[in-house]
């Protein structure tokens, strides 16, 4: 065995601030998810507390209800921001990324302010950290390539510590603060753009290996990758890690400033993410959606009056319920056992030129003709977190009705789909599972509730306000 040129390079982390400041200083959660595995819907989630079949917003676009006109009418009201300004008396301070179609001229332009906040910058669109427009409360602002004026994290840092020196300190205050980072196009400032050199992406036992029992979408991933895509994805994982070192900034200085002012501990600091991110595992080089650990997981810290310090928890922590008991007692707390994950496919309706063999029908087909997404990449998962399991359970809305079963406890990174093995009184109990969450609304996504044998599962019911592809789906 030859000289290993790998360093002790995981034992650093783009977030040491954040991890001391807010994750020692409280709780770190272990099993923290998203409903779904895509900016939009997720966000959508974290606001309003629902699954994206209650809030309808299914993809990125303002077809799929991202920022529509029907989402400002329908959810911005019933919000949680908007509920803690209303009937609590908050002030209330949004900065940053809001829902990737925000702006939209079409849907109100950045002159809509959505209800719920007192003040409001809004990022225009999607992600970008210079060159981009903010609504300052409904009016425009842009900005330039100036590092000292425009770089988006520094930006949304300074505004946010304005907040904290200018309100008013009668009554209780929200502040929500949405950095882009570590979204490509991956920028870093320009004091970290050397930083984590040696870094690579991490190599674990699913990296750049064929996800031979999967469904199609990651079957058709090239094993193995080739060097170009590896490297694209190496150089993309250090970007990702420079840019969060603003991030970490921001934590400090915002953490910082709430202790000056004598409100740190009367102050609950949450930090989490809206979807994870995957870098090479199945072979696909890099992006979300799947439903995979590495895109459905995410960090979860809280720091806060009653929650003891350097805490580390395994509960789940997810929609609708309040975690108040799970933040002061971790100990002894009972929790649910699973919860819903939902996402729809897309596909272009023409072929991409560059790949002209792939034909219609999928999308984000790069690097190396690799696709990302599909129409038929449609698919909802019951993820259970037990004490006696810890399993995954998804149906596909495709003309197979594919389906992939794990066991994360003895097989941690997916390699071994057991739909075809798994003992059939377990598959049909996480089936019925599955239909009974697809349905369920407020209450009864909270309890097991009582499964209706009437009931067929049926992946669009999570997206009413669509008519095509809705057929009927039931395992046999």
Known sequence: MGHSKTRFVFLQTPLNKTKKLIGEAGIT??????????????????????????????????????????WQKTQEPKTFPALLQAYAGYQTFFAGKYLNQYGNPDAGGVEHVPLGWDYWVGLERNSRYYNYTLSVNGKPKKHGGNYSEDYLTDVLTNMSLDFLQYKSNYRPFFMMVSTPAPHAPWTPAPQYQDRFKDLKAPRDPNFNVHGKDKHWLIRQAK????????????????????TL???????????????????????????????????????LPLDKRQLYESDIRVPL???GPNIKPNQTTGKTAMDGMSFLSVLRNAAHTTWRTDFLV?????????????????????????????????????????????????????????????????????DPYQLINLAKTIDQEVLEKMN???MMLQSCSGQSCRTPGVYDTRYTFDPHLMFSNRSHRRNRLRRA
């Open 245 to 283: 070192l603003s991030v970490d900034d921001l934590v400090e200085k915002v953490v910082k400033r709430l202790e000056v002012r004598g409100e740190l501990d009367n102050t609950y600091i949450i930090f989490t993410s809206d979807n994870g991110y995957h870098t090479g595992q199945f072979s």
């Open 342 to 410: 939902e996402y729809e496919g897309e596909g272009s309706n023409v072929s991409d030129p560059a790949c002209p063999l792939l034909g219609p029908g999928v999308s984000v087909c790069f690097p190396d003709c690799v696709c990302e997404d599909s129409f038929n990449n449609t698919y909802a998962c019951v993820r259970t977190v037990a004490p006696s399991a810890n399993l995954q359970y998804c149906e596909f809305d495709d003309n197979e009705v594919f389906v992939e079963v794990y066991n994360i406890t003895v």
């Open 223 to 242: 094993t193995p990758m080739t060097n170009s895509s590896i490297e694209l994805l190496d150089e993309a994982y250090r970007k990702r890690w420079r």
């Open 29 to 70: 959660f272990t099993n923290a998810f998203v409903a779904s595995p895509l900016c939009c819907p997720s966000r959508a989630s974290i606001l309003t507390g629902k699954y994206p079949h209650n809030h309808h917003v299914i993809n990125n676009t303002l077809e799929g209800n991202c920022s529509s006109t029907a």
């Open 432 to 434: 019925h599972r599955l």
């Open 301 to 303: 810290l809280i720091r």
